[in-house]
T-cell receptor
Framework: EDQVTQSPEALRLQEGESSSLNCSYT??????LFWYRQDPGKGPEFLFT???AGEEKEKERLKATLTKKESFLHITAPKPEDSATYLC??????????FGQGTRLTINP | GAVVSQHPSRVICKSGTSVKIECRSL??????MFWYRQFPKQSLMLMAT?????????EQGVEKDKFLINHASLTLSTLTVTSAHPEDSSFYIC????????????FGDGTRLSIL
């Protein structure tokens, strides 16, 4: 059974303090690993798609990487506006997504 | 970019009321849409897959008679929570996949349903 586990559950950082969020997964045939950002009371906002081990993608202060067992979302010099819940998800057959529990990130000014 | 619109954003109603939530793809067609449910501080749980022109596919444990799904056109799916009770209170979110294989899902902004 495909599974996605995210850690930590919650993370508090000071502005400018870089860190990484982890997404461990088990899947029979990876079709795509997705990172989303979700603000309170909103739907998830797409950030990245990773398809194969070794792949990396960047957007502003965020960088996503992928190995055969896990993905990391690195955040460099974060700002308070980066505070959100970050969700990792796998594609199952027929485009269905399986989500991890998310990491609630808080950046203190 | 692709946009999914969900309406209403918030509903407060009495127990026993049926509530309809709409999900529209604004600038693209979607033969498939997905409905999720999210409880506070929890992740999204897939409820069902909405298929244009055919019956929806429900995940295990989701009551199809409680959560009626209709995908009437290539840009509209509706979720009706029938005879809602307080335990149905939750955040309901829809999504539609972008065009092309393994494209990311695009999500609506969700509907906060509160049953009194």
């Amino acid at each position: 059974e495909d599974q996605v586990t995210q850690s930590p559950e919650a993370l508090r950082l000071q502005e400018g303090e870089s860190s990484s969020l982890n997404c461990s997964y088990t899947v029979s045939g990876l079709r795509g690993l997705f990172w989303y950002r979700q603000d309170p009371g909103k739907g998830p906002e797409f950030l990245f798609t990773l398809y194969s081990a070794g792949e990396e993608k960047e957007k502003e202060r965020l960088k996503a990487t992928l190995t055969k067992k896990e993905s990391f979302l690195h955040i460099t010099a974060p700002k308070p506006e980066d505070s959100a819940t970050y969700l990792c998800a796998l594609t199952q057959g027929a485009q269905k997504l399986v989500f991890g529990q998310g990491t609630r990130l808080t950046i203190n000014p | 970019g692709a946009v999914v619109s969900q309406h209403p954003s918030r509903v407060i109603c009495k127990s026993g009321t049926s509530v309809k939530i709409e999900c529209r793809s604004l600038d693209f067609q979607a033969t498939t849409m997905f409905w999720y449910r999210q409880f506070p501080k929890q992740s999204l749980m897939l409820m069902a897959t909405s298929n244009e022109g055919s019956k929806a596919t429900y995940e295990q444990g989701v009551e199809k008679d409680k959560f009626l799904i209709n995908h009437a056109s290539l840009t509209l799916s509706t979720l009706t929570v029938t005879s809602a009770h307080p335990e149905d209170s939750s955040f309901y979110i829809c999504s539609a996949p972008g065009t092309g294989a393994y494209q990311p899902q695009h999500f609506g902004d969700g509907t906060r349903l509160s049953i009194l």
